[in-house]
């Protein structure tokens, strides 16, 4: 498994990735339309550009697997990750996440997850992760308001 710059070949896959009905649903926080590619391009265009955006394609055996990266927001440092639903239960998350901290030094690290989706909570907890707090959030996937739990490492 290894990470790599995002690279124009890997949108469309990512782009199918990121609009699995399954994955959007357990992911929560997503944009308002999975399905438009437009605002995909230019959302994929922004993080490429931004200097505070640290994206990488996550690759298994060669086969791109999914993205994970890390974002500045209201000056706190948060990680970011989707895995193709193919390969969850793998351990590809959490070895991409240990990847990502040995190369990214901000200390302290947040992260967000629906507090509905354990099998990412379990990710960051074995990474190191402790939750610090929750907070009730709009999720465009479910429409509606639900739990979101907040992580950092320090």
Do not use: C
């Amino acid at each position: 498994m290894a990470l790599r710059p995002v690279d124009d070949a890997d949108l469309d896959a990512l782009f199918d990735q990121m609009r699995d009905p399954e994955s959007v649903q357990l992911a929560a926080f997503v944009a308002r339309d999975p399905d438009d590619r437009a605002a995909f391009d230019r959302h994929m265009s922004k993080l490429r550009s931004s200097p505070d955006v640290t994206l990488h394609a996550v690759t298994l055996d060669g086969d791109l697997v999914g993205s994970i990266g890390s974002f500045v927001v209201d000056g706190d440092t948060e990680v970011t990750y989707w895995i193709d639903r193919s390969v969850w239960g793998q351990g590809v998350a959490s070895r991409a996440l240990a990847i990502l901290l040995d190369t990214v030094s901000v200390r302290p690290l947040h992260a967000r997850a629906a507090s509905d989706n354990l099998a990412s909570l379990k990710v960051l907890r074995k990474a190191g992760f402790t939750v610090v707090g929750v907070e009730t959030s709009y999720a465009n996937a479910r429409d509606t308001e639900i739990e979101e739990t907040i992580l950092r490492l320090d």
